[in-house]
């Protein structure tokens, strides 16, 4: 180690790429999971380096762990956090960046070593490159003509589409050979243009050629004359949010980026990048059930005894495990089923009201049961006797809330606290003496993306005018969210040290008597001199102190 002359133990590690930087890495086990794995596998220190700030990523700590606990588990190398953090445990006689902040540290510890001669900044890149070639019927041909002295011609603009012949054997050969290899009156011609012998190329693209535009012929997909018209792509590009699977981001949509970038540089497409916004799913996974001799058994053929799987046949104990749902893992969850005990809109409204968009979710068949049980609340509040053409101040607030939130989390793609603030909604209505009919409307609106059948009939029972399709979506107004408390940002010295929440409209004196009552503000002020006070209503109380 140049900062400290530790001698470094040298691992051979499969997940460590020989092509990638320079083929070696220095593991940090307690800050980097496959690092995590691999040192828990062979007894390797784990020894942190970085003190974590959990309130980066809250979701990544485990459930039922509190913040202490999980930082002692961090430290003592049982949990790794690869998130955000401040670093510790770096001091030597040479260097320390003990109390900086992730990215500083990184970049201070760079900065020491190329100061030292040690080491030097360097950017890898993981692109490769991917071949494009295939030996196969099914893809588009390459128009390429290969002549006997060993040269090549491009197909010109007028020789353009090039259609692959019918062929009777189209499977793979098993001799390297693709299949167009047997069409020889296709393959072997005298080229039109030079009136030499040629042979066209045999390899076909690769099946994610035409991934790479699609997204424009979708614009106009019927077109004989141009792969888009102008107008069209003028009109609809870019592309306003791309969802998909993490494992595109460095294969298809990166190439996809590639080709729009010629595409544009030629003057094809009017736009410089593809894609506005890019969102990765996460995966839905379920718990299966392995055999300690290895094979699967379906949930419904287990048995449960104090904590512990069984199958139901051999009474063999089960290896429960969370893995993504496959036909070989007996994982798998058919909508069909669900659908026919619960209904289509709880199946729809369980799976978006799971978790975070971009977090991995575990199934569970239970839970759906929470959702049907939320849309018949729903439903019993709309057909209740309660409903009334009566309106009051608090349901409006209620109802243009509602809106408010449902639309920030549309916005956002947090369909699930959509779906939470909609429960909430309907917890607070139900607890009223009456049920507004055109407040229940709004949240019916609301509704509908989310589970558009029941919202539907609900609509219809509470005999609201024209089609729930065809209706404008709620307009907000902003006098019935606005907010009778505010919450207050208490800074001491420019760092925050605790909040308040108070009424609005509130004068520096009284905030800061609030403000002198904090833990966190009291602990940092306590024999120090106030110097001056920086106060914005409603928004931030900053103490300056020497």
Not at 194 to 212: D, F, I, L, V
Not at 448 to 463: D, F, G, K, R
Request: net charge negative; charged share 25%; aromatic share 10%.
């Amino acid at each position: 180690n140049p900062v400290n002359g530790e001698k470094i133990p040298v691992w051979v590690a499969d997940y460590v790429l020989m092509g990638y930087g320079t083929g070696a890495i220095m593991a940090v086990p307690a800050h980097d999971v496959r690092d995590f794995e691999f040192a828990q596998q062979f007894n390797l220190p784990i020894r942190s380096v970085f003190d974590p700030d959990f309130a980066s990523d809250p979701e990544a700590i485990p459930d039922g762990m509190s913040h202490a606990k999980a930082r002692e588990e961090v430290f003592e190398g049982r949990l790794c956090w690869p998130g955000e953090g401040v670093a510790i445990n770096s001091r030597s006689n040479a260097f320390s960046i003990d109390g900086l902040p992730k990215d500083e540290a990184i970049s201070a510890t760079i900065q020491w070593l190329e100061g030292q001669k040690s080491g030097k900044k360097s950017v890898s890149y993981k692109l490769r490159d991917w071949l494009f070639s295939r030996q196969r019927y099914w893809g588009e041909p390459i128009p390429i003509l290969h002549f006997a002295d060993g040269t090549k011609r491009l197909l010109e603009l007028d020789e353009l589409p090039l259609i692959p012949p019918e062929i009777t054997h189209y499977k793979p050969t098993g001799d390297s050979m693709s299949p167009l290899e047997q069409a020889k009156e296709w393959v072997e011609i005298t080229d039109p243009k030079t009136g030499k012998k040629a042979r066209r190329e045999t390899n076909t693209m690769p099946q994610w050629a035409g991934s790479c535009w699609y997204y424009l012929r979708f614009i106009d997909p019927h077109n004989e004359e141009r792969f888009v018209d102008e107008a069209l792509e003028k009109s609809w590009m870019p592309v306003d949010l791309y969802v998909g699977g993490a494992e595109h981001a460095v294969l298809h949509l990166l190439y996809a980026r590639f080709w729009h970038k010629v595409l544009y540089d030629c003057g094809y497409v009017s736009t410089v990048e593809p894609f506005l916004s890019l969102r990765n799913q996460g995966a839905i996974v379920a718990l299966s059930y392995k055999r300690p001799g290895g094979g699967y058994v379906a949930p419904n053929e287990t048995v449960e005894r104090d904590g512990k799987f069984y199958c139901a046949s051999s009474g063999e104990e089960l290896l429960v495990q969370v893995e993504k749902m496959s036909k070989s893992k007996l994982n798998g969850v058919s909508p069909d089923e669900i659908i026919d005990e619960f209904g289509a809109d709880s199946l729809r409204l369980y799976e978006l009201f799971m978790g975070p968009l971009e977090k991995e979710k575990i199934w569970n068949t239970d839970a759906v049961n929470g959702c049907y049980r939320f849309l018949r609340r729903f439903f019993e509040m709309c057909t209740s006797e309660k409903v009334s053409d009566e309106i009051d101040e608090e349901s409006l607030k209620l109802g243009h809330r509602l809106i408010r939130a449902v639309e920030g989390g549309f916005k956002d793609l947090s369909f699930n606290t959509a779906i939470a603030k909609l429960m909430e909604f309907v917890n607070a209505m139900t607890r009223k003496e009456l049920y507004s009919r055109s407040i229940l409307a709004m949240a019916v609106q609301a509704l509908m993306p989310l589970a558009p059948h029941i919202a539907e009939e609900c609509w219809q029972i509470l005999e609201i005018p024209g089609a729930l399709l065809d209706t404008p979506w709620p307009s907000v107004r902003e006098e019935y969210i606005q907010e009778e408390t505010t919450t207050y940002v208490v800074q001491v010295n420019g760092k925050m040290r605790g909040s308040l929440s108070l009424p609005k409209g509130l004068g520096e004196e009284v905030v800061s008597s609030a403000a002198m009552e904090l833990v966190g503000v009291s602990r940092h002020i306590d024999g120090r001199k106030m110097r001056r006070r920086i106060f914005v209503p409603d928004r931030l109380l900053n103490l300056v102190v020497e």
